[in-house]
């Protein structure tokens, strides 16, 4: 099982405790790393498997997000 390769990424958990929170860049960090691949790549990769892929997860699905340190606009 590869979770524990993308641990460091999770930040949180939902107020109701059934949804883990991700930092959306730790967790392309992460899978580029892991999986040895270009930044831009994995934020490919995470944006078409994982983020497409949320709203036929249910009430559980991840929940991902951009931290303002992340935000070029900040």
Not at 10 to 19: A, C, V
Not at 50 to 71: H, S, V
């Amino acid at each position: 099982d590869e979770r524990h390769l993308y641990a460091p990424a999770i930040i949180g958990l939902s107020t109701d405790y059934k949804k883990i929170i991700y930092d959306r860049q730790m967790l392309v960090k992460c899978f580029e790393e892991a999986n040895n691949m270009t930044l831009e790549e994995a934020d490919e990769w995470v944006s078409y498997n994982i983020e497409r892929g949320l709203p036929y997860l249910g009430e559980t699905a991840p929940i991902l997000i951009e931290t303002l340190e992340n935000i070029a606009w900040m």
